[in-house]
């Protein structure tokens, strides 16, 4: 099928993309999402310039777009994607969510009126499986931010690795794919990549009650 996948640039994107590649999905694009300033991504508020590097460390085409947070973003969605389907010919959309039933109420419906098949090779997947696969294929990822009532700034900069997800574990009430937004993660590395990605570690911020580590 063809397809073009949305990308944080985190380890769920990243995972649902190599996933739904291994299934026979044709992916023409990642689709990431900015914020109108066009500097940082709307998810984990990464640079986009940063983004940019990462696809051509896999040799994945991107599309970056702006988009509005909130009133407006579910029109101005489908309407690229429309734009997608006339003239790429795209088929489905390839999502990274695990298992919050609202986020694929959205999806389905959205995707319905679209008239594209909504292709989600993490759904229903146990997490603590999930990530341990994530880690056994390969991936490099660290995390570049935290909700802060949850995971202080000493998690930022961390790899995810075995490690990783046997400390996250003692914490008791942490989800292990930080699915409900208790960390985000950015991946540097692993089987679809062609080189590492380049990047510097900068400062740990606080806002919105959330941390944040700069990459440059």
């Excluded at 009126?113 to 997947?125: D, Q, R, S, Y």
């Excluded at 997490?127 to 995390?143: H, M, N, S």
Aim: with cysteine; hydrophobic share 45%; glycine share 10%.
């Amino acid at each position: 099928m063809r397809t073009v996948c949305l990308w944080s640039a985190g380890k769920d994107s990243c995972f649902a993309y190599y996933k739904a590649g291994l299934a026979g999905h044709k992916i023409l694009s990642l689709v990431n999402f900015t914020t109108n300033a066009g500097k940082n991504s709307l998810s984990h508020g990464l640079g986009s310039e940063l983004i940019k590097r990462q696809a051509q460390a896999a040799g994945i085409p991107l599309l970056q777009k702006a988009m509005p947070k909130g009133a407006g973003y579910r029109e101005a969605f489908k309407d690229l994607l429309e734009q997608w389907k006339k003239e790429k010919a795209i088929e489905g959309i390839v999502f990274g969510d695990i298992y919050l039933e609202e986020h694929k109420v959205w999806i389905d419906k959205v995707c319905r009126e679209l008239g594209l098949t909504a292709i989600m090779p993490l759904w229903g997947k146990d997490t603590t499986a999930l990530v341990t696969e994530f880690i056994k294929a390969g991936f490099k990822a660290i995390v570049v931010s935290t909700l802060a009532e949850f995971m202080g700034p000493e998690w930022l900069g961390r790899k995810i690795n075995n490690d990783f997800v046997t400390e996250l574990k003692t914490l008791g009430n942490i989800d292990l794919c930080g699915e409900k937004g208790e960390f985000h993660s950015f991946v540097y590395h692993g089987p679809i990549f062609n080189e590492l990605v380049n990047f510097t570690i900068g400062k740990k911020v606080l806002k919105d009650k959330h941390w944040f580590l700069e990459l440059i």
